[in-house]
């Protein structure tokens, strides 16, 4: 099966700019999530989608951060404006839905934000 | 804030001795599981350990679960240098969040 598929897989900007990264899951999971992950510390989870709806965005900066899932399948992570702080590997990973326990997560290999 | 946290922070080993790593949680969990990360690439799942099991084994990995102490220990037997990477466990919440810790680097020396 094909994997968890991200882009673009490195990005630099200034700050203040704004960026977008895509994600396209594995068919039929109906489960995305997006994480944040710094250098040297583990994921942080942004957000959890089931299908198009937002299961759990507590962690995610409202202010600078948005992300949808329109037709259920490819999610877009935005930041406008960035900050330095932003500077961080954003993984997305997929698994089968809220009623598939015990399903692990696959997550693609990320998009590597530099902010300058 | 959910997360773990494993130590050590960092570990090196010689390739074929065992290498075992912990992790520290502080919500009840429905399981916990264990994923590898290499250098600049995704995590990979390992093995998973549901809350009502104490040890669980796949192939060189063994994972044990005391829920009482909130803690969970990942061993790797016969290390290999392909086995160089980052560890990190990862709880799974109410609506199947996942909330991973601080991850342990392994070094393999060959």
């Known amino acids: 099966e094909a994997g968890v598929a991200q882009s673009p897989r490195y990005k630099i900007i200034e700050k203040r700019q704004s960026v977008a990264f895509w994600c396209n899951p594995i068919s039929g999971h109906a489960t995305l999530y997006w994480y944040q992950q710094i250098l040297g510390q583990g994921p942080k989870l942004l957000i959890q989608?089931?299908?198009?709806?937002?299961?759990?965005d507590s962690q995610l900066p409202k202010d600078r951060f948005s992300a949808e899932r329109l037709k259920g399948v490819d999610s877009t992570l935005k930041i406008q404006p960035a900050k330095l702080e932003d500077s961080a590997v954003y993984l997305c990973a997929s698994s089968l839905g809220a009623h598939q326990n015990n399903s692990p997560l696959h997550f693609g290999n990320g998009t590597r934000l530099t902010v300058t | 804030s959910q997360q773990g946290e494993e130590d050590p922070q960092a570990l090196s080993i010689q390739e074929g001795e065992n290498a075992t790593m912990n992790c520290s949680y502080k919500t009840s969990i429905n399981n916990l599981q264990w994923y590898r990360q290499n250098s600049g690439r995704g995590l990979v799942h390992l093995i998973l350990i549901r809350s009502n099991e104490r040890e669980k084994h796949s192939g060189r990995l063994r994972v044990t679960l005391d829920t009482s102490k909130k803690s969970s220990s990942l061993l790797i037997t016969a290390s290999r240098a392909a086995d160089t990477a980052s560890y990190f466990c990862?709880?799974?919440?109410?609506?199947?969040?996942?909330?991973f810790g601080t991850g342990t680097s392994l070094t393999v020396i060959p």
């Open positions: 989608f089931q299908n198009n709806g937002v299961v759990d």
């Open positions: 990862a709880t799974e919440g109410e609506y199947r969040q996942f909330y």
